[in-house]
């Protein structure tokens, strides 16, 4: 069975530092990895996807996310944090083969301080 | 271009009414799912539509829920006898394809069962 750990229900993180949302997996075989977010009252808005390739993935928003196969993880970051980046994320697997449901992480609040 | 689109963004209701839910997925999308978030169970699939197949209810939690998806396109999810553990918000998304393409997600109709 798929699952994702998204071991922190908050981050908090100052203006300007950089930050990173964490994320590991379990999937049979090769997966594919996303990143969503969520602002309040709003649906699910894509930031990023592994499927292939270089191991790390650049985003919308300036955010990035680096895939690691041993360690199964794909951990949200970005250089900067905005006010503006204070929202619900989410990380979600689906398998390369057989049905394509999204399995998502509980969630982690992101709180970025003036 | 249009985004996914669902009706109504909010929606209070009585316990035992029967209550629907609309989503108009992006044109030219084939792959349409229902998600449902909630407090305490997160972010969990309900179905899926793929074209002309037969959709995959896996998902649903009871009998009292069922959808459909007229001319591969619109579609809607039924809760008949409402119950107040059916509140959360239901989530529509589509997808071009299956092969590992991204979901686009609406933004959701906020349901409280009284």
């Known amino acids: 069975a798929q699952s994702v750990a998204q071991p922190e229900d908050q981050v908090n993180v100052a203006e300007g530092n950089p930050l990173t949302v964490k994320c590991t997996y379990s999937?049979?075989?090769?997966?594919?990895l996303f990143w969503y977010v969520q602002y309040p009252n709003r649906g699910l808005q894509f930031l990023l996807k592994?499927?292939?390739?270089?191991?790390l993935v650049k985003g919308s928003y300036g955010f990035e996310a680096e895939f690691n196969k041993s360690q199964t993880s794909f951990h949200l970051k970005k250089p900067s944090a905005l006010v503006s980046d204070s929202a619900l994320y989410f990380c979600a697997v689906r398998p390369l083969t057989g049905f394509q449901k999204l399995v998502f992480g509980t969630g982690t609040r992101l709180l970025v301080s003036p | 271009g249009a985004g996914v689109s669902q009706s109504p963004s909010n929606k209070v209701t009585e316990k035992g009414k029967d209550v629907e839910l609309r989503c108009d997925p992006i044109s030219g999308h084939t792959a349409l799912y229902w998600y449902r978030q909630s407090l305490g169970q997160g972010l969990e699939f309900l179905i899926y539509?793929?074209?002309?197949?037969?959709?995959?209810k896996s998902g649903l939690p009871s009998d009292r829920f069922s959808a459909e998806r007229t001319g591969g396109s619109v579609s809607t999810l039924t809760i008949q006898r409402t119950q107040q553990e059916d509140s959360a918000v239901y989530l529509c998304?589509?997808?071009?394809?299956?092969?590992?393409?991204?979901?686009?997600f609406g933004p959701g109709t906020r349901l409280l069962v009284l």
């Open positions: 539509f793929q074209g002309n197949s037969a959709p995959d």
């Open positions: 998304a589509s997808e071009k394809t299956v092969s590992g393409e991204t979901q686009y």
């Open positions: 999937v049979s075989g090769n997966p594919y």
């Open positions: 592994y499927i292939t390739g270089d191991n």
